[in-house]
């Protein structure tokens, strides 16, 4: 079955400092990704989206990410987190029926 | 304001009591999906609507029950809950037209304790 993975269940960054968290998805023909951000006690935002055409995507926020069809990755990335870009981050894959199967989320933690 | 509304944002209950968790969304949109988030495990959808009186079970589908009326109404039905189904629950909507959705926007989220 096709799936997704998120290889850190935890990450700790300082504040201004640089972010990467990776996602991995499985076997598949294009895949269409995403990046979902859940804030505490609120419900999901879409950070970004790939489907097709350039590799590296722009979001929301200052985010972006990169699909790397050669590594089945689709990391997500931003040059300098604030403090209020702690929350849990979660990678989607579309399937078919238009299911979103997601990995498993990366809690990021932001210390000053 | 578009937004997809969830109803009630936190439940106690006890097992076997059955309920209901509202979902209504204002953007018209054709698809409906319910998904229970679990630690560890990510979000899992348990049941999905392509349009109204169209439903088909997701991946975990079992102890539930939905129903679709109406195009903005996607309520979750726990016939007779029990504590495996505590969880948080999340609806969401989509526009689809027969194609790939491009995005998927959610409610707030449910809190579901089950005793």
């Known amino acids: 079955a096709q799936s997704v993975t998120q290889p850190d269940i935890h990450i700790t960054v300082s504040e201004g400092a640089s972010l990467e968290l990776r996602c991995n998805y499985s076997?598949?023909?294009?895949?269409?990704l995403f990046w979902y951000v859940q804030s505490p006690g609120q419900g999901l935002q879409l950070l970004l989206k790939?489907?097709?055409?350039?590799?590296l995507v722009q979001g929301i926020k200052g985010f972006e990410a990169e699909f790397k069809r050669s590594q089945s990755s689709f990391n997500l990335r931003k040059p300098s987190v604030h403090w209020s870009d702690a929350a849990e981050y979660f990678c989607a894959r579309l399937e078919y029926g238009n299911k979103l199967v997601f990995g498993a989320g990366t809690i990021l933690r932001v210390k000053s | 304001e578009a937004q997809v509304t969830q109803n009630p944002r936190y439940l106690i209950t006890v097992t076997g009591k059955k309920l209901t968790v509202t979902c209504s969304q204002n953007?018209?949109?054709?698809?409906m999906s319910w998904y229970r988030q679990d630690p560890g495990l990510g979000l899992r959808q348990i049941y999905y609507?392509?349009?109204?009186?169209?439903?088909d079970k997701g991946d975990v589908p079992e102890g539930y029950k939905v129903s679709r009326k109406e195009k903005r109404n996607f309520p979750l039905i726990l016939e007779s809950p029990s504590p495996n189904q505590t969880s948080l629950y999340f609806c969401a909507s989509g526009r689809d037209r027969g194609n790939v959705m491009n995005e998927q926007f959610f409610g707030p989220g449910t809190r579901l304790t089950v005793l």
């Open positions: 609507s392509m349009n109204v009186e169209v439903t």
């Open positions: 790939y489907f097709s055409g350039d590799t």
């Open positions: 953007m018209n949109h054709e698809y």
């Open positions: 076997y598949g023909a294009t895949p269409y």
